[in-house]
């Protein structure tokens, strides 16, 4: 119903900025949650970065003050940008979009998945 596709990945160095994209198709809904997880080989998936359909946003620890999650106007377009990389970034990135009920910290509350998109940072 909802398709979602993950783009802007690739190599960087320490210290350097990437900006994801994620384009949504099909049928969506203005009030559904969309959010950034990343995983690590041999990781768990883990929260990145929410935005909500009021515009409010919600980090991990670990990314607070270097990334920052934004949508285009017309909210079927949500974004990335990571500055400040750090090898420990290093993961398959992916984006969800749903309509979680009791956090949005926990990737088992999303509907949807893009398939992912590689960052790798180098030291």
């Known amino acids: 119903q909802v398709q979602l596709v993950e783009s802007g990945g690739g190599l960087v160095q320490a210290g350097g900025s990437l900006r994801l994209s994620c384009a949504a198709s099909g049928r969506t809904f203005s009030r559904y949650i969309m959010a950034w997880f990343r995983q690590a080989p041999g990781k768990e998936r883990d929260f990145v970065a929410a935005?909500?359909?009021?515009?409010?946003?919600v980090y991990t620890d670990s990314v607070q003050g270097r990334f920052t999650i934004s949508e285009d106007n017309g909210k079927n377009t949500v974004y990335l940008q990571m500055n400040s990389l750090k090898p420990e970034d290093t993961a398959v990135y992916y984006c969800?979009?749903?309509?979680?009920?009791?956090?949005?910290?926990?990737?088992?509350?999303?509907?949807?998945w893009g398939q992912g998109t590689q960052v790798t940072v180098s030291s």
């Open positions: 969800a979009t749903g309509s979680p009920k009791t956090t949005l910290l926990k990737g088992n509350e999303y509907d949807y």
């Open positions: 935005i909500t359909w009021s515009g409010g946003t």
